[in-house]
Structure formats: C-alpha cells, structure tokens
C-alpha cells in the first residue's frame, strides 16, 4: 500500500496545502518518512490525513468560480468503526462548502473498502441539503463498494454508477472533465 500514490498530474494548477481556503492549507506531507498507516499497512505520505484511522485523500483540485473540487479517496471508508462520514463531512466538507463548493467529484479508484449501516444516512442527507443546487458524483468505484453503497441507500445522495463508473479522467484539464461529469450527472438528475 505504501506504493500507491494520489495522483499528480494537476498539481501545477492546484495544491491544497497552498490554497488559503483549503482544509489543508499549511499540510506538510513528508517526502520521505511513512507517517501514516491504514491497520497494519503503512501508507505513501503524500495522502493527507483526515482524523480517520482508515480513510485518506488528496484534494486534487478546486474552482471555487464554478464551485466545483475533486478528492481523491484511499483506504478502507467505514462508517461503522471510524465515522467516518461525520469526520469527512465535518473537517473537509463544511470548510468546502463554505467556500462555496457545491458539487464534489470523489475519485474512488484506491478506495478498498466501504462499510456503513443505517445510523449513518443523517450525513449523508446533511451534505446533500448543504449542496442547494450541487451534487455528489463518483467516479469509478470497485463494484462491491457501489453494490454496498447502494444497499444501504447511500447511492439515494451520491450519483454514481454507468458512465461514471470507467470514466477516464487523468489525461484531461480538469475543467473539461468537470464539464463531462456535471452532463452526465445534469441528465441523470433530470431524468
């Protein structure tokens, strides 16, 4: 797991820890010790650690202009031991949306696992009534977290699935991608 970096073809158009706005603004990952680990597994230290002993990720990208940021996702997300939807929806979501981010693209290639139960759906319900006009979309899942999403009706405040799920995204400006994603979620919305 230690191999696994977030991606960082972006990173000449946006850093976080350089982003006054940012809930990681001031972020130091290491560039040479392993600081963090998921169980007994340490994990590559450029993902920046949330307060979660299990979910990490990298903020990619934000247009605050058009309201918009991807996140990258690592680990395991679960709800049922770690909370961790309240940690993300507290420490990086609130600040977000503050700034006015409404739709939220979680990238979710290096997710391994999700698990959640039913006392967790106020979070999800939370973070899509603070969106007023924005989204949630996913892209490319493994399916056994889509099909675990979906079984506890998460997928009810996430876009997620079909197209969005073999969506390639790295060789492109982020804006255009956006633009491809906010299409197919428009649709699907209006459908």
């Given amino acids: 797991m230690h191999t696994i970096e977030p991606y960082y073809g972006w990173r000449n158009l946006y850093v976080a820890s350089e982003d006054s706005r940012s809930p990681f603004f001031g972020y130091q990952n290491s560039e040479v010790s392993f600081t963090d680990q998921i169980y007994n597994f340490v994990i590559h230290p450029?993902?920046?650690?949330?307060?979660?002993?299990?979910?990490f990720l990298k903020v990619l990208y934000v247009d605050y202009a058009n309201g918009f940021a991807f996140l990258e996702l690592f680990g395991e997300w679960n709800d049922l031991i770690n909370n961790d939807i309240q940690t993300l929806k507290r420490d990086v979501v609130e600040v977000m949306v503050g700034e006015g981010v409404n739709k939220f693209i979680l990238i979710g290639e290096n997710?391994?696992?999700?698990h959640t139960g039913?006392?967790?759906?106020?979070y999800y319900d939370e973070w899509q009534e603070d969106l007023e006009e924005g989204w949630i979309a996913v892209l490319n899942m493994r399916e056994h977290i889509l099909d675990e999403m979906?079984?506890?009706?998460?997928?009810?405040?996430l876009v997620m699935g079909g197209k969005l799920n073999d969506l390639s995204w790295r060789t492109r400006h982020p804006k255009q991608v956006f633009k491809q994603i906010d299409e197919l979620v428009t649709k699907r919305l209006d459908w």
């Fill in 150 to 157: 979906s079984r506890y009706g998460v997928d009810h405040y």
């Fill in 118 to 122: 039913q006392d967790y759906e106020d």
């Fill in 46 to 55: 450029q993902w920046d650690n949330i307060g979660s002993e299990s979910l």
């Fill in 111 to 114: 997710l391994l696992n999700f």
